[in-house]
Nanobody, 128 residues
Framework: QAQLVESGGGLVQAGGSLRLSCAAS????????MGWFRQAPGKEREFVAG????????YYADSVKGRFTISRDNAKNTVYLQMTSLKPEDTAVYYC?????????????????????WGQGTQVTVSS
């Protein structure tokens, strides 16, 4: 069974950095587009960043553009989210997700409905 497991979350001061990892198992994800989403308390889940199956194309929410970088290592079945210049408003549970139709899409997916497999999430807390 396909499984995504996030790690790397924690407590960091504003201006700091964290790197999240998402380890995929159960099948190969090299043809999947991958994405990171987040959900803050009392708010809806929102798209953060996405990467194409090849890793060539990426897409970011305006709120994180220039501060976050998504990347992938298909040999390790792992996706990363490097987060820098963190702000208190980045505090949320961060989720990794996989789109098994990624190889057939012309653009990097960014809608929750595009992703079928989800991890359990990792908490990121940014203190001011």
């Amino acid at each position: 069974q396909a499984q995504l497991v996030e790690s790397g979350g924690g407590l960091v001061q504003a201006g700091g950095s964290l790197r999240l990892s998402c380890a995929a198992s159960g099948r190969t994800f090299s043809s999947d587009a991958m994405g990171w989403f987040r959900q803050a308390p009392g708010k809806e889940r929102e798209f953060v960043a996405g990467i194409s199956w090849s890793g060539v194309n990426t897409y970011y929410a305006d709120s994180v553009k220039g501060r976050f970088t998504i990347s992938r290592d298909n040999a390790k079945n792992t996706v990363y989210l490097q987060m820098t210049s963190l702000k208190p408003e980045d505090t949320a549970v961060y989720y990794c997700a996989a789109d098994h139709l990624g190889r057939y899409r012309s653009a990097v997916p960014s809608r929750s409905s595009d992703f079928r497999a989800w991890g359990q999430g990792t908490q990121v807390t940014v203190s001011s």
